[in-house]
Structures are given as C-alpha cells and as structure tokens.
Nanobody, 126 residues
Framework: QVQLAESGGGLVQAGGSLRLSCVLSGDPFFSSYVMGWFRQAPGKEREFVGSISRNGDLKYYSESVKGRFAISRDSANFASALQMNSLKPEDTAIYYC??????????????????WGQGTQVTVSS
C-alpha cells in the first residue's frame, strides 16, 4: 500500500520561505510516479499547486505560484519537495502531496492522483 508523508509546514512571515517534503513508501518503484502538490485554504476548494514528471524533467505550476515555488524530486530517498519562496498570506492553506502512476496525456492540473498524504499546515502572517 502506497503511503505519502508530508513534513515541513509551519508559521512564517510574509516574504519568507518554507520547504515541504513528501516521502513515498510502500512501492520500490518511486520513478514510476508523477508527484503533485495541492493546497486547500479554509472555505475554498482544493487547488493544484504543481507537479513533476517521473524523471523530473517536466514541471508544471499554477499561475498563482509560478516563479515563487519550485518542485523537485529525489529518487534516492523516494521524496519530493516543494520549495516556497516569497510567501504571501494568501498562500496560507493545508498543503498535500500526491502520487500517481497511471498513463495520462491531459492537462497536468486535471490529473486524478491516486495517493494522497495527510497534509501539512502552512500559515503565512502579514
């Protein structure tokens, strides 16, 4: 059973940075998974933040985080990271990582990820 565990959330002032990490367990073939990051703010629907392809050569971001956030993956440690810079109060949300191994040719933001982490809270104060 694939499991995802996020870490690294917390409280930061506007303009600051945080780095979230997500570790996949339960499957030795980490390289078969596209990794994604999502967030959900209070009272809002969950939204796509970004994703990274299986070999890390393709990365996609939502317009709201493009240029400020960066996704990476570390195959040796079965991990994906979300580096968040220039944080704004509107980035406050629970952040989730997700993994999916299905073949998919559609819009990255619309991929139906199969596995989800429990989420980690990010709070940005003004």
């Amino acid at each position: 059973q694939v499991q995802l565990a996020e870490s690294g959330g917390g409280l930061v002032q506007a303009g600051g940075s945080l780095r979230l990490s997500c570790v996949l367990s339960g499957d030795p073939f980490f390289s078969s998974y596209v990794m994604g990051w999502f967030r959900q703010a209070p009272g809002k629907e969950r939204e796509f933040v970004g994703s990274i392809s299986r070999n890390g050569d393709l990365k996609y971001y939502s317009e709201s985080v493009k240029g400020r956030f960066a996704i990476s993956r570390d195959s040796a440690n079965f991990a994906s990271a979300l580096q968040m810079n220039s944080l704004k109060p509107e980035d406050t949300a629970i952040y989730y990582c997700a993994a999916d191994s299905k073949t998919y040719y559609g819009t990255p933001a619309n991929r139906m990820f199969a596995y989800w982490g429990q989420g980690t809270q990010v709070t940005v104060s003004s």
